[in-house]
DNA sequence: TATTAGCACTAAGAAAGGAAGAGTGCTAAA
DNA sequence: TTTAGCACTCTTCCTTTCTTAGTGCTAATA
């Protein structure tokens, strides 16, 4: 078991460490301790021994194991403590609520990165429960439509359609006036089955050539809200840190960055704000990624700092926290002023 | 003077740079010029004073200079000698007639990223000759509309508009029928100016609180059209180059790449497929950016190749070139064939 | 029993030296 | 104008040495 002053020890080195970003050794720490060097070795050896610290190599002082780390973040730090000046920065953010919630994200994430010097990911998307509020179709030439479908939240998106075979106009006005009749509500995820088992069968009574007509506004519907929108704040922040400081190390994180799948990789499930140190997270085993879900006012998505494993978990978790609950709480109250 | 061997050294000395990033030194070239190394440092020595080539260090082979490699694209190296299997990887995309325009020209990108390992840049925008088709105004709440504009070859834009105090719908489709009316067919860029000088003054006489409807739509029209698509296709490729091989260097060039100026700096205003060799770009010293622009069908644009100045230009060169040739002869052939 | 002093030991990192290799410039001869 | 020859220069790689910051372990101490 960890004893109470071995805990005080964990904690301290891996500030220290997160600090210094070098091995932590057993003289630094004899007056916080008020103990000689080699009681602070004892210690030492005893996480080690329980996996907590590592030695780059064998004379050198310790550095947190990513268990370590793992029991900081459950166990030592002080989460909600976010210091009054970190609290200031966002706090000038979000009392200006002249500020779209898009825009309130971004700037605050802009000032985590700019103060940590971690990259900042926002992933978002329209909510999957808002309502399709209107359909319009604008012909470009014989064969070729705009569909743009709007959202009760304001969100617009637009896709062309190439029909198959010369559709007369007035079957194109026919079926655009059906889908806004019976589609109009109808939150976006439920799109494409009411079109499939509600609109089809209908449509098949209505138009001559439907099975054309039909097959070309599905494709258009349906892929609807498939695409999210990505911003990175200070993708080459991390790179400042120590821990890249090989060329191969540097490539290796960019290329990362850039990959395909990284998008998919930031979203996270979870309410809360969830800490993945290491091989924990998916990206990188040299990074740590913090995440949180957040979902208000039609929008909904992820947000996630990437910093290095030696990271300032207190901070970045409690702006994050802070952050959330802003988005979430503040928003709402705004948008319950509105209402009245 | 530069004489007739000296130019053929000079030539062959890019090229094997180019080929093997290491200086070249004066044996490598003895067999290829069949006379000995002593004539050959003699040349050396005199394409040194003239500028065109760099030692590394005293007693080292040469390496081309700034001007060595820009006498050598302008005068030395054989443009539109594309070689036979890259013709053929670019011809697969432009026979294929399916394509979109858009999307033919980020697949052969893609395919001169690959094999070349440098960096491409898509720069695309809509053209400012294009045509207002139609404005749809979509009602979100009482102070809230969504502005949808939509032009002649189909591309759709939207802005939020808010309204600065309640305004009855009719009035907001009044203005909506009159935009129709008087824009329809107008040049995109010239629908600022004549919301200005042909549309307020109408608008004046039929709506009640004109000044408040005139700027919620003027704001949200005139600044239609100016984003612009950004494609980045292998930005990590130049790391691979060896030039970028320590820490410094490649945070450098990434940091560019990021940075929020870097757009305007792959824009392209000549018309020809253009070479900026180091100091003669603006993005980096120690890359080539080869850039030409399009205009085509709708839409125009610059498209950028950026290497490390040790580049293949005539590959690059007449790669993009085949490239430019090819999007807008090819696509107005197939626009003309679809007109029939 | 927990702490401490002392000491032998270890690895990293910086500095210095040396040898090999690739290439040059210059001189003088062909 | 070309070439052979030679002294010279730098880079690169390897080895050695020294310093330093740290360790573990043992034995003494509170």
Chains 1, 2 share one sequence.
């Not at 990513?66 to 970190?86: F, H, P, Q, T």
């Not at 808002?130 to 896709?159: F, W």
């Not at 007369?168 to 006036?177: A, H, L, Q």
């Not at 990284?262 to 290491?278: A, L, Q």
């Amino acid at each position: 078991m960890i004893g109470t002053r071995q805990k005080e020890l964990l904690k301290e080195i891996v500030e220290e460490y997160v600090k210094t970003a070098r091995p932590v050794g057993s003289k630094t720490l004899c007056k916080k301790f008020k103990c000689s060097s080699a009681t602070i070795r004892n210690d030492m050896a005893t996480l080690e021994n329980l996996g907590y610290l590592e030695k780059t190599h064998i004379s050198s002082g310790r550095i947190p194991s990513e268990e370590g780390y793992r029991y900081y973040v459950d166990n030592l730090m002080e989460a909600k403590k976010i210091s009054g000046e970190d609290m200031l920065k966002l706090q000038t953010i979000f009392n200006n609520k002249e500020l779209e919630l898009d825009d309130a994200i971004s700037k605050s994430l802009e000032i985590i990165s700019d103060i940590t010097n971690y990259t900042s990911v926002i992933l978002g998307k329209e909510s999957s429960d808002n309502r399709l509020q209107k359909v319009e179709v604008v012909p470009i030439d014989s064969r070729q439509l705009i569909a743009i479908v709007i959202t009760d939240t304001g969100h617009v998106e637009n896709k062309s359609i190439v029909l198959e075979e010369n559709i007369p106009t007035e079957e194109i006005s026919k079926t655009t006036e059906l889908l806004n009749k019976m589609l109009i509500g109808t939150p976006i995820d439920e799109v494409p089955s009411k079109l499939e088992f509600e609109i089809k069968p209908v449509i098949r009574n209505y138009i001559e050539n439907y099975e054309v007509v039909y097959n070309a506004f599905y494709n258009a519907l349906s892929n609807f809200t498939s695409e999210r929108d990505v911003k990175f704040t200070g993708k080459t922040n991390i790179l400042k840190q120590p821990e890249f400081s090989t060329v191969d190390d540097v490539k290796n994180i960019i290329s990362k960055f850039e990959s395909k799948d990284m998008v998919s990789k930031i979203e996270e499930t979870n309410d809360e704000v969830k800490v993945y140190i290491g091989s924990e997270n998916e990206i990188d085993d040299n990074v740590t990624v913090v995440k949180t879900k957040y979902k208000v006012g039609g929008r909904e998505g992820s947000i996630a700092i990437i910093g290095p494993k030696r990271m300032e978990y207190e901070r970045v978790v409690s702006m994050l926290e802070y952050i959330k609950e802003h988005i979430e709480g503040g928003k709402e109250d705004k948008l319950e002023k509105e209402e009245q």
